[in-house]
Structure formats: C-alpha cells, structure tokens
C-alpha cells in the first residue's frame, strides 16, 4: 500500500501523522513499553486510524510528516497527547526531548516559545510545579 491509500481526507492524514509521531516518540528509547502501547492503542481509536494504518506506522522505516493544525488550541491538544504518550513512563529521555522540541517546532511554534512550552509542560507533568502554577491551572 502506497502513502497516498493511506491518506484519505486531510483531517484524517493529519491525524494519521500526529499518530505517526506519537508512534515515533514512543519507540524513541527502542522499545515501546505497555503503558506507551496502551496510550497509542488508544490514541489509534480516537483518531480513527485503522489496523492497517496502524501496522504501517509502527514498521520501523515510515517517516510521516508532521501536520500541524492551524488552530493554536487543536497544535497545543497534540502537543499535550505526545506529552502523554512520553510520560507514560513516568520519564522523558534526552533522545524524546530531542524528537518532542523537533515536533513542537513543526507544529508551528518558534524555537523560543517551543522551548518554553516543553519546560513548563514537563513541570505540569512531572509534578514539579509551585503554588502560583498549580492554583492558576485549577482556575
């Protein structure tokens, strides 16, 4: 099956390369874990992606373009899903940092505003965030 059957309206090929990165930052470490498996199964049924599509994606050689949505809510809801699909472990290596900050820059944001998005998204999702954040957030 060529790239072009899998893709068929732009919504979904947007949420099929959304799903791709996911899938890529997931086995950035070389192995995806069963928490990791857990989330893209998952994430595969929320974005409709198919069982083929899915074995597709997971083939080691498949590189998809990133898709970035043209509203800001919808570009900063996948960077929140790879957030989760990272942290399923309960850890964030060199090799996913690399890959997040890559994605987030292709998803449209600057080099700056990326860098400052991934800091303060590891915070929130590590726990490490102080009382001004935390009572922002629950506002």
Do not use: C, W
Request: hydrophobic share 40%; charged share 30%; net charge negative.
């Amino acid at each position: 099956m060529s790239f072009k059957d899998l893709y068929g309206n732009s919504e979904h090929k947007s949420n099929l390369a959304h799903f791709a990165a996911m899938a890529t930052l997931a086995a950035s470490d070389g192995v995806i874990s069963d928490q990791e498996k857990t989330l893209l199964d998952r994430f595969a049924n929320k974005l409709n992606i198919s069982e083929e599509e899915y074995k597709e994606v997971m083939k080691p050689a498949n590189k998809y373009p990133i898709e970035p949505p043209v509203n800001s809510e919808k570009r900063l809801e996948r960077l929140y899903d790879l957030f989760r699909i990272i942290f399923s472990d309960h850890f964030i290596d060199d090799e996913e940092m690399v890959l997040l900050k890559k994605y987030a820059i292709g998803l449209g944001y600057s080099s700056e505003k990326a860098n400052k998005l991934i800091e303060r998204s590891i915070a929130i999702f590590s726990g490490r965030i102080d009382f001004e954040d935390y009572q922002s957030l629950l506002k």
